[in-house]
Antibody, heavy 121, light 110 residues
Framework: QVQLVQSGSELKKPGASVKVSCKAS????????MNWVRQAPGQGLEWMGW????????TYARGFTGRFVFSLDTSVSTTYLQIRDLKADDTAVYYC??????????????WGQGSTVTVSS | QSALTQPRSVSGSPGQSVTISCTGT?????????VSWYQQHPGKAPKLMIY???ERPSGVPDRFSGSKSGNTASLTISGLQAEDEADYYC??????????FGGGTKLTVL
């Protein structure tokens, strides 16, 4: 079945880096773009950006430039979110979600289960 | 981009209808027919309920419907059921390959 499986919870110290993975299965990986969405504790959803799985070209939302990096490895149908120089405010659940576009529509129709990143000294 | 504006909370009794609004600008909601709605239960990942303003993915009950007028999109849930109690988020394309979410609405089924 179509699914996105994300890596597990991470506990990091301020200033460290973290890399979250999102492995796709059950569909043609490069046929769908991948979005990243952040949800801080008790807060709403925040769009971080997306990566074109055909070209590897990322687009970042305002507020997610510089320390945030999207990447992918098409050989294993996996996209990655790396966050550098972690801050306490980065504590959140991070979701990956695919979008088909065109006739398939512009909704995020499949979501990963979420990866919790906790930043604490 | 600024977050789209949603009411913090709405409520309704079982069997009633509720409508959740999502207000943006001509640069997002009003400029494109790419508004989607997501349902999120506590501790769970969001679930797509409506895409492209009014399209329903397979498996989503037809009690859920979407519409748009000007810069405001709406999600209507008719025949409210207990399991509809959740947080709901709208999302709109905002141009230049960017997207923006609303702040979220907590739906309480009385």
């Amino acid at each position: 079945q179509v699914q996105l499986v994300q890596s597990g919870s991470e506990l990091k110290k301020p200033g460290a880096s973290v890399k979250v993975s999102c492995k796709a299965s059950g569909y043609i990986f490069i046929s769908y773009a991948m979005n990243w969405v952040r949800q801080a504790p008790g807060q709403g959803l925040e769009w971080m950006g997306w990566i074109n799985t055909n070209t590897g070209n990322p687009t970042y939302a305002r507020g997610f430039t510089g320390r945030f990096v999207f990447s992918l490895d098409t050989s294993v149908s996996t996209t990655y979110l790396q966050i550098r120089d972690l801050k306490a405010d980065d504590t959140a659940v991070y979701y990956c979600a695919r979008v088909g576009g065109g006739p398939r529509g512009y909704g995020m129709d499949v979501w990963g289960q979420g990866s919790t990143v906790t930043v604490s000294s | 981009q600024s977050a789209l504006t949603q009411p913090r909370s709405v409520s309704g009794s079982p069997g009633q209808s509720v409508t959740i609004s999502c207000t943006g600008t001509s640069s997002d909601v009003g400029g494109f027919n790419y508004v989607s709605w997501y349902q999120q239960h506590p501790g769970k990942a969001p679930k797509l309920m409506i895409y492209d303003v009014s399209e329903r993915p397979s498996g989503v009950p037809d009690r859920f419907s979407g519409s748009k007028s000007g810069n405001t999109a709406s999600l209507t849930i008719s025949g409210l059921q207990a399991e509809d109690e959740a947080d709901y988020y709208c999302c709109s394309y905002a141009g230049s390959y960017t997207w923006v979410f609303g702040g979220g609405t907590k739906l309480t089924v009385l």
